[in-house]
């Protein structure tokens, strides 16, 4: 809408997942490091939470476009109320046949596809997005499919990653020994005020526009507003730039970012930080 306007190739602030639109920030290079060090060393299980809109989604998809072909990866990208059967879900990851299987069966048709994966000389890799909407039911039936290993070689690693709340759960006395296997984990965090800044002058440019495009002030703004979580602060942004164009100004200042701000805020749908 405001791209011909600003001169821009794309909307730098976009919701969807885009990795080309990934920010190399510090905390966002430790939480895919995390990720990658638990499948080198042959971490049973690797743990990424953070609030959300922090950018782990993103982490994920990032770290799936990077795997080499020694890797069979599968991704659980959502779980809820009426999620169902673990065991099915995992064979729609890894494109297994489970139809009108028993779980027996569905526990079969799984465990013959690590067999294979090994055969080839490859790990799967099943990756669970939303992993705090799991029971501590969930939980355990994976604890006890990582134990599945082929010539006593590890055959399945599973990356865990959630809000803030999984983190919590696996605390847990009755998941101490779930919690023991965890080899690799780190906690994201929103970013720093700096960080902030280099984030939206990087999305700006990669847009094709100008990375002053929105003052400095104005980022601050949104950076406390937001508390520095990367799509609150694309929220903003967003608006900020429909504000200055419908005002005609060339950039976003920051009593635009105030207006935008408090504009949220009345809606009733965002609460701005320390409010």
């Given amino acids: 809408m405001y791209e011909a306007h600003f001169g821009l190739r ?3 602030f976009a919701l969807a997942p885009d990795t080309s ?27 990424l939470t953070g609030e959300v809109g922090s950018g782990k989604t993103l982490l994920v998809h990032k770290l799936l476009s990077e795997l080499g072909p020694e890797f069979h990866a599968g991704l659980i990208g959502h779980t809820g109320p009426g999620f169902g059967n673990l065991l099915q879900w995992i064979c729609v ?29 490859r790990r799967a890799v099943l990756i669970v997005d939303e992993a705090q909407n799991l029971g501590t039911a969930q939980l355990e039936e994976l604890r006890a499919l990582s134990n599945v290993n082929v010539d006593r070689k590890l055959v399945l690693q ?11 759960m696996l605390g847990r006395p009755e998941l101490r020994q779930f919690a023991q296997r965890i080899g690799s984990e780190y906690h994201l965090a929103g970013l720093a005020r700096p960080e902030t800044r280099d984030y939206v002058r990087h999305r700006l440019r990669l847009a094709g526009g100008d990375a002053v495009l929105i003052g ?8 406390e507003a937001a508390g520095g979580i990367p799509r609150l602060v694309n929220q903003l942004c967003d608006q900020a730039l429909v504000y200055a164009m419908g ?13 935008v701000i408090a504009d949220r805020a009345a ?7 320390g409010t």
Avoid: C
Avoid at 35 to 43: H, R
Avoid at 216 to 223: P, T, V, Y
Avoid at 267 to 273: F, I
């Fill in 247 to 259: 005002d005609g100004a060339p950039a976003v200042g920051a009593e635009v970012m105030r207006a």
């Fill in 21 to 47: 639109f990934l920010f190399p920030s510090r905390r966002h290079g430790f939480g895919l490091l995390a990720l990658k060090y638990g499948l080198v060393n042959q971490a049973s299980f690797a743990l």
């Fill in 93 to 121: 990851a890894f494109e297994l046949d489970h139809h009108g299987k028993t779980l027996a069966g569905q526990f079969q048709a799984f465990t013959d596809f690590l067999r294979r994966t090994h055969a080839e000389g």
């Fill in 158 to 168: 599973i990356l865990l990653v959630g809000q803030p709340e999984l983190r919590q």
């Fill in 216 to 223: 400095e002030e104005a980022i601050d703004l949104a950076w």
């Fill in 267 to 273: 809606g009733g749908l965002w609460r701005a930080s």
């Fill in 10 to 12: 794309a909307k730098p």
